[in-house]
């Protein structure tokens, strides 16, 4: 008799229970090892219109610091409007904190910096304000480093403020700028007069839409308006500066993040040929400026940013995280392709850009049938897979009960999903997690009879989740997927996406055939033009300053148009091009790089 027919002969109630717990699996947390773009933390309602009782969650600005407590390096991550800040030990699970010293008007675009055990923190201002430091950020425990910074010169700043420490020197600095009409600056700061600025502070660089495409205001750099620079991040790289900033405006799906060198924290700064560091113009988590550049635990560098959502107030928007890093050159890069798809959270140094980080996880939703218990006016169901943030459908009611099922058109592996709520008529400006949190349930069926629970959120910990993404403990094979609802605090419920994540079991489609890029007579501009692929969802147009840096990402979809024209190059620098095909079988091929003068 073999050891298994023993053990159930002999303890018939340990087979039992064994069987049970796999039966109970989805109502069970595990450990989730994967992300997905917009980060999934609690973001909270903006009181900024509370006037004009225009209520929606929002989140922008981030600066992730890696930070040690009680002897082991943990993040934090300090958001515009947020009340507080949250707190991780892996970079997934982020616990939200509030602390006993904050400012009445809030933290808009903070900047902190961690020097040996002290966490130091400063909001933008147009006045005086006090910097504020922590030795226990982890306990929302803060103190006053000093009363009131000197006030600058009317319109000055500092307005989105960089705080940053040379361990190598000693010295500190600060850099700000917010403005179409102002640079960025920079100052060194006197510790001995508890960061006071020293001497005076100077201009680092102004933007230059003529010369610089991506610097164009406007949907696609189409807008002639005068753009905007903003969010100074400074990160110091065997012995060169990167003073990174973001352009050309918060509200369009081109905001991204460049970054200038030198070898002195102040300058003279060089305009790096291969900006923008971080950009993702095209898919559903659009836009990547702003935000900060941060090593983990292991080395590996990360470059965040804010996302353009703009449905209910035009500054409404979420968080992303990038796999960033320094190439053998010294070329700063942040990795956007497939950004907003799950990934694998690294648990040690990853090699070249972090393209192993990318799960293969296609998303499986893009445009398919979805039927719903109840559609609010015109707010169809169809919408929620079109992978537009601001197109949404809401239920004529928010009760528990309601349920959104796509048809996935056939039996595929189902590994992930992504739920995207939208305030829609929102009464909210209070976050009380009482009231505001997010519950609900993913259901798969094989035939559209029987369902079969993949995952309950009713089972874990009260929290709200604007953009949830559930990793499922196992795959499951579906051809059907279902969002059962149980609770959100809006009077409406209403989501813009139901992004459904896993991989099909054909052949991944073929490298798109004659891929062209011509540049225009205006050399910011290029022509790109493929053959669609039968079967492909989109593709990723990829380029770069060389034939082994294609470190930018442009996706398309496959039913828009396979022309498009790029309007984000460098005057005087030759690119290279190729693109790829992906669907929800994988990736193709990447095409022959074209070189472009």
Request: charged content about 20%; proline content about 7%.
């Amino acid at each position: 008799m073999n050891q298994f027919n023993r053990t159930i002969r002999m303890r018939p109630g340990l087979v039992f229970g064994l069987y049970m717990l796999l039966l109970l699996a989805p109502a069970f947390s595990f450990a989730q090892t994967t992300y997905c773009n917009p980060m999934d933390i609690d973001y909270k309602y903006n009181f900024e219109q509370l006037n004009e009782k225009i209520s929606y969650r929002s989140g922008a600005d981030p600066v992730i610091i890696n930070h040690k407590v009680a002897g082991r390096n943990e993040y934090f991550l300090f958001v515009t409007i947020s009340g507080g800040y949250w707190h991780s030990k892996d970079l997934i699970n982020w616990k939200y904190l509030t602390a006993n010293r904050w400012p009445f008007e809030d933290m808009c675009a903070p900047a902190a910096v961690s020097v040996r055990d002290t966490l130091f923190l400063f909001q933008s201002t147009f006045e005086s304000r006090p910097i504020l430091y922590s030795v226990a950020p982890e306990k929302g425990i803060w103190e006053f480093y000093n009363r009131w910074t000197p006030r600058l010169p009317k319109d000055i700043g500092p307005w989105d403020p960089a705080l940053f420490h040379d361990a190598e020197t000693d010295k500190w600095y600060m850099y700000w700028g917010s403005s179409n009409v102002y640079p960025i600056f920079g100052s060194e700061l006197d510790y001995s007069k508890r960061l006071a600025f020293k001497g005076e502070y100077k201009a680092m660089f102004w933007l230059d839409p003529y010369a610089h495409g991506w610097e164009r205001f406007g949907p696609n750099h189409s807008d002639p308006f005068k753009p905007f620079t903003e969010g100074a991040w400074m990160t110091k790289h065997k012995g060169k500066y990167y003073l990174q900033y973001g352009a050309p405006g918060t509200e369009y799906n081109v905001y991204a993040n460049g970054t200038y060198t030198a070898d002195d924290p102040l300058g003279p700064f060089t305009y790096a040929p291969y900006n923008p560091v971080s950009y993702k113009p095209g898919g559903f988590a659009t836009g990547a400026g702003h935000g900060n550049t941060f090593q983990d635990n292991y080395g590996n560098y990360w470059n965040t940013g804010t996302s353009w959502i703009g449905l209910n107030w035009a500054m409404e928007r979420r968080i992303v995280m990038y796999p960033a890093g320094f190439d053998k050159d010294g070329q700063m890069f942040s990795n956007t392709r497939f950004g907003d798809f799950p990934h694998k959270m690294t648990t040690k140094t990853w090699q070249g850009k972090g393209d192993e980080l990318f799960t293969g996880w296609m998303l499986l939703s893009y445009k398919k049938p979805v039927t719903a218990s109840s559609e609010l006016d015109t707010m169809a169901a169809a919408k929620i897979t079109d992978e537009n943030p601001r197109t949404f459908w809401a239920a004529k009611q928010n009760k528990p009960g309601e349920t959104l099922t796509i048809d996935l058109q056939s039996e595929l592996e189902v590994k992930a999903v992504q739920v995207n709520y939208t305030d829609y008529k929102s009464d909210i400006f209070a976050n009380d997690p009482e009231k505001v949190y997010t519950q609900f349930k993913i259901l798969t069926s094989v035939n559209g009879k029987k369902w079969d629970v993949a995952y309950d959120l009713s089972k874990e910990p009260k929290r709200d989740r604007p953009c949830a993404y559930i990793e499922l403990p196992r795959p499951v094979r579906a051809r059907y997927v279902r969002y059962e609802h149980t609770h959100v605090a809006s009077p409406v419920l209403a989501i813009s996406e139901f992004r459904v994540f896993g991989n099909g079991f054909g052949k991944a489609p073929q490298t798109p055939a004659n891929f062209t890029a011509v540049r225009q007579k205006d050399t910011r501009n290029a022509d790109l033009k493929w053959d669609k692929v039968p079967g492909a969802t989109g593709y990723n147009v990829l380029w770069g300053i060389a034939p082994d840096k294609l470190y930018q990402t442009y996706q398309f979809w496959n039913d828009e148009p396979n022309t498009f024209e790029l309007r984000a190059l460098n005057v005087g620098v030759p690119y290279y091009f190729a693109i790829e095909a992906f669907s929800e079988n994988g990736v193709s091929e990447v095409s022959a790089v074209k070189s472009v003068k």
